[in-house]
């Protein structure tokens, strides 16, 4: 299995920032996407962005400008700098990774989501 362990959450005044990181660890062959999700009390979890092994990006409309992700390979770690932040911001923040693993003798696929990290924009 394939763990994803997140930090950097924790409480902003608006217009402040944050970096979250998170760090997967396994026997990891391969990662193809890397993502950051976060759900808000009383919604449903929403894709923030997504970045791919070629370094292409994805961003919600919402957070486009003001949040930058990115990873670094060799650390199977992803990042998300979060700048200019709003109270709308508020929400649990979950880590994504899908790629492959060694599980026995098999290389098989792999979805894994981390714990989840709190950020709380608020004045």
């Known amino acids: 299995q394939v763990q994803l362990v997140e930090s950097g959450g924790g409480l902003v005044q608006p217009g402040g920032s944050l970096r979250l990181s998170c760090a997967a660890s396994?026997?990891?062959?391969?990662?193809?996407?890397m993502g950051w999700y976060r759900q808000a009390p009383g919604k449903e979890r929403e894709l923030v962005a997504t970045?791919?092994?070629?370094?292409?990006?994805n961003y919600v409309d919402s957070v486009k400008g003001r949040f930058t992700i990115s990873r670094d390979n060799a650390k199977n770690t992803v990042y998300l700098q979060m700048n200019s932040l709003k109270s709308e911001d508020t929400a649990v923040y979950y880590c994504?990774?899908?790629?492959?693993?060694?599980?026995?003798?098999?290389?098989?696929?792999?979805?894994?989501w981390g714990q989840g990290t709190q950020v709380t924009v608020s004045s």
């Open positions: 994504n990774a899908e790629g492959r693993y060694l599980s026995g003798f098999y290389v098989t696929g792999f979805t894994s």
């Open positions: 396994g026997s990891i062959v391969s990662i193809n996407a």
């Open positions: 970045i791919k092994s070629d370094g292409n990006t």
